[in-house]
């Protein structure tokens, strides 16, 4: 699976993504992003969401592994952030090719690529 696959896909379920899952943005970054994935790599990725989600953080997870058929390592700004080697977190955060936005709340339906 390349870099374009996963970014259809990402958008194909932005409808999903956001109405059961509360995601207000998602992005790859990682193996995925570099071109340098294999079908061994799991797929990483980063999500923002425009609620507290709760035990459906599980299930997000769960959804995105069917959806592309492999493990997906799944972490939050927040969480990106609070990584204790400070140069990983800045070559994640280097990396990251955001999906999709959700632009704003009176617009639910409205995405832009970022």
Known sequence: MD????????RENSGVLTSEYGV???GIFGSSVKGAM??????????????SIGFKF??????????FGKKVDVVTKDGIENIRV???ARNI?????YVYKRRCGCHPGLYGIY
Not at 93 to 97: E, L
């Open 3 to 10: 870099k374009e696959e996963i970014i259809r896909l990402m």
């Open 24 to 26: 207000s943005r998602i």
């Open 38 to 51: 294999t079908a061994e790599c799991d797929l990483d990725i980063v999500v923002e969401f425009n609620r």
């Open 58 to 67: 599980i299930r997000l997870i769960k959804f995105l592994e069917e959806l």
């Open 86 to 88: 400070k140069e990983v």
């Open 93 to 97: 955060k280097k990396d990251i090719i």
